[in-house]
């Protein structure tokens, strides 16, 4: 444990999961850019969100129990360069069966650099400045949102979109780089791990944690209303003639770093059970106003909406999900509620991407902020009476 929270090990792991959120963002809203561009639907782009979740659900359970016998820095090289490599082959190789495998080692990678970067960050910070250090940790994810709405608007103003995948290489290099650079786990002692007999996790039960199942099914409500948006915004803002688009992302990056920066004074104010209940909706009801009330306004409002579901809801869920976890489960027991996620997102995409094609999008995006209002009632729901 580091006695700063600033210490070169943070500083590191948060740009190494920087360019790791990048890579997410500009493939996410590249992708359906990219296959307009050349005649694919969007229940094509939707159905890339299956071999997504599929391949990241097998990373997390596999990667956290990883982390947690081998260490976080292999993980943690491995996400971003998996990411790097398969958005570079997906714009080589642009072929059906190629693009659905290319996808899953988007989710793969993905799946483990973000589990290993959120894991490491806990160990590194200080357990008093926890909060406060997990929702910094998360500000990076605020910030690539705001990069890649820009990124993309720059890269793909000629036409194609051919650069977004040649700038997710370079990021997934710099990322594998500074992952290596990381090497706090060498020199400290080596975790004491529990009897068999007082830890007994056998079969499933080492990949995903049995106590971080409440945050895992508010995890996965979150990511499945926010992946609408995430990978069909841009395309809906184009159809709707809406004048620079792009500001979505910057003003959900504002929201989420706000929320980030502000969950910690909250959590001791509120408790995390006022906190995610009041923030998922109002967010989920933000999102919906976008389909309800169509016009630029709403629409930005609902890039509030965006960035404030996923900036509460990341760092209390880690909290949540490796709260009184011994630090030789802490990486599957996030992992656990990240895979929730991940099954969200791409069950998320496949839905939406098929109810866009056959019932348009205002019908899709409301549907989307409803998913993130029921994270909110099942938190209120599942620590109901439960002290913050």
Not at 160 to 172: L, M, P, Q, V
Request: hydrophobic content about 55%; overall charge positive; some cysteine.
């Amino acid at each position: 444990m580091q006695e700063k929270l600033f210490n070169r090990y943070f500083i590191l792991i948060w740009f190494s999961m920087l360019c790791l959120m990048l890579i997410q963002n500009l493939m996410c809203s590249g992708i359906p850019l990219f296959f307009a561009s050349r005649g694919f639907s969007t229940s094509f782009a939707g159905l890339l969100g299956l071999p997504f979740a599929l391949f990241g659900i097998l990373a997390r359970t596999t990667g956290g129990y990883l982390m947690d016998r081998f260490g976080r820095r292999v993980i943690m090289i491995l996400g971003p360069l998996l990411m790097g490599i398969a958005s570079l082959l997906f714009l080589l190789l642009p072929f059906a069966p190629l693009m659905l495998l290319f996808r899953g080692l988007h989710g793969a990678g993905f799946s483990i650099g973000q589990a290993g970067s959120s894991t490491a960050t806990i160990d590194v910070t200080p357990q008093e400045k926890s909060s406060l250090g997990v929702g910094i940790f998360w500000v990076s994810t605020a910030l690539a949102i705001a990069v890649a709405g820009w990124l993309i608007e720059i890269l793909g103003s000629g036409g194609t979109y051919d650069r977004i995948f040649y700038f997710s290489f370079a990021f997934g290099v710099l990322g594998a780089i500074l992952a290596f650079l990381c090497r706090y786990e060498e020199g400290r002692p080596p975790v004491v791990r529990e009897p068999q007999e007082v830890n007994p996790l056998h079969g499933l039960r080492k990949f995903l944690y049995p106590a971080a199942a409440r945050p895992a099914v508010i995890e996965f409500f979150v990511m499945l209303g926010v992946s609408c948006c995430n990978i069909f915004i841009f395309t809906y803002a184009v159809l709707q003639g809406y004048a620079n688009p792009s500001f979505f992302m910057v003003v959900a990056a504002l929201s989420m770093t706000v929320s980030n920066l502000a969950s910690g004074r909250l959590l001791r104010a509120l408790g995390h059970r006022t906190l995610l209940s009041i923030a998922m909706v109002l967010s989920g009801a933000l999102i919906a106003l976008i389909a309800l009330v169509p016009c630029q306004a709403t629409f930005y409002l609902g890039g509030i909406g965006f960035g404030m579901a996923q900036g509460f809801s990341f760092p209390i869920l880690t909290l949540l999900a490796v709260d009184n976890v011994p630090q030789n489960h802490r990486g599957t027991a996030n992992s656990t509620m990240l895979m929730a996620g991940d099954l969200g997102v791409g069950l998320g995409t496949l839905l939406w991407g098929i109810s866009i094609q056959f019932c348009g999008f205002h019908v899709s995006i409301a549907l989307s902020g409803l998913a993130v209002i029921l994270s909110g009632v099942l938190s209120l729901l599942f620590y109901c009476r439960c002290k913050p």
